[in-house]
């Protein structure tokens, strides 16, 4: 519960890993063996991007953005892409395989309409332990969704398969600042026990 506590958002991140990239892989792998799925369906898919790789993304999003953004912020918007994201040591691009979900629809047409959701909560419980053990490795991280404004230019960059769809963004690097204090809800309007 101690590295749950401690997961929080950063937003200003440097470029630098306290761990071998090696130790960021290994991590990916067992999340990916071990993070649990709806049916054992396994369907999300994670891409780790580190050092050019990383930077191509962050401008990808930037080109997306300065086409939906008036002229007049788009300041605002590149400083904040620039400052809290692509100046990390990398990003994690959570996806799910719409092959997977189909075919799990498919073996079990009662549940068919619910898989959608089913397919959203694995992916979110990989969000979750991903952004805990790098927390714990000493990275700060943040959750973004810059989808669907750069899923297509992603696909062909990466050569990432287009039955995969993007869900959320994971900027990571060693943190420059410490968030603000945590604002949290009266527990007895939000948890019920009976016994």
Not at 26 to 33: G, H, S, Y
Not at 116 to 129: G, L, R
Not at 135 to 146: I, K, P, T, V
Not at 157 to 172: C, E, G, K
């Amino acid at each position: 519960m101690d590295a749950v506590r401690h997961r929080r958002s950063y937003y200003k991140l440097s470029p630098v890993s306290p761990v071998p990239d090696q130790q960021i892989i290994e991590m990916l792998e067992e999340a990916v063996k071990n993070v649990p799925s709806a049916f054992n369906s396994q369907s999300a898919r994670i891409v780790l991007l580190l050092g050019k790789h990383h930077k191509k993304m962050w401008e990808i999003t930037l080109a997306a953005l300065k086409k939906v953004t008036p002229e007049k912020s788009f300041g605002r918007t590149e400083a904040k892409v620039e400052g809290s994201f692509a100046s990390g040591y990398g990003t994690v691009l959570f996806y799910e395989d719409t092959d997977v979900v189909e075919d799990m629809q498919k073996k079990f047409p009662v549940y068919a309409e619910s898989f959608k959701a089913y397919s959203e909560h694995t992916s979110a419980m990989h969000q979750f332990v991903i952004w805990t053990a790098l927390e714990d490795m000493g990275f700060g991280a943040s959750l973004q969704h810059y989808n669907p404004l750069i899923d297509e230019e992603l696909a062909k960059t990466f050569s990432i398969n287009p039955r995969w769809r993007l869900v959320a963004q994971m900027p990571f690097g060693t943190p420059e600042d410490v968030p603000g204090e945590k604002e949290i809800n009266p527990l007895d309007s939000r948890l019920l026990i009976f016994k």
